[in-house]
């Protein structure tokens, strides 16, 4: 049974799903064409109705498979300053008007703007593939409460998305 908020007053409709069948049409002078069909209601009316298997299947989602697994929520235009520290080697990069990068620390060079963008899109398109816990106890369980790596993302020195990478699972 899956309950879904519909229409403009949001009210909620339950649908339910029953036995998987299959269905074998037949058409005079074609070949007899198979589906598998799911019977399904719409418990506020009446009529019993079948489905796609393909639809039911879609519905059949994990937690997991709905939730947003998005890491790092931001703007890759907005970010002007990348800030990568590892153990004690600290990174930064500063990225001027023009799109340019420029490596501020450990020195002064000019950087790849290519690897700073691809970096970037690689931060942004970063999903979990597992969560452990919603709210941990202890970061030093996970490597956390002194973090191997930390990646920072900035726009006018505000933080745009912070990411902590600990040890190895």
């Known amino acids: ?73 931001f703007e890759k235009r907005a970010v002007d300053r990348f800030e990568l520290a590892r153990g004690d080697s600290l990174i930064v990069c500063q990225r001027d008007r023009m799109g340019s990068w420029q490596m501020t620390t450990p020195i002064l060079s000019k950087a790849k703007d290519w690897r700073l963008n691809a970096l970037l899109d690689e931060l942004k398109s970063l999903k979990a593939v597992a969560f452990v816990t919603e709210h941990p106890q202890n970061l030093a369980v996970f490597g956390l409460e002194k973090p191997g790596m930390k990646v920072r993302l900035l726009q006018d020195d505000a933080v745009l998305a912070e990411l902590w990478v600990g040890r190895r699972k």
Do not use: C, H, N, W
């Not at 799903?17 to 009446?46: L, P, T, W």
């Open 1 to 73: 049974r899956i309950t879904l908020q519909v229409g403009e007053d949001r009210a909620p409709r339950a649908l339910s799903i029953g036995s998987r069948i299959q269905v074998q049409i037949k058409k005079e002078g074609e070949e007899d064409q198979v589906s598998e069909e799911y019977f399904a209601k719409d418990v506020s009316k009446d009529p019993i109705f079948m489905i796609k298997a393909e639809v039911a299947d879609s519905l059949r989602k994990t937690a997991f498979e709905l939730r947003d697994r998005a890491i790092l929520v």
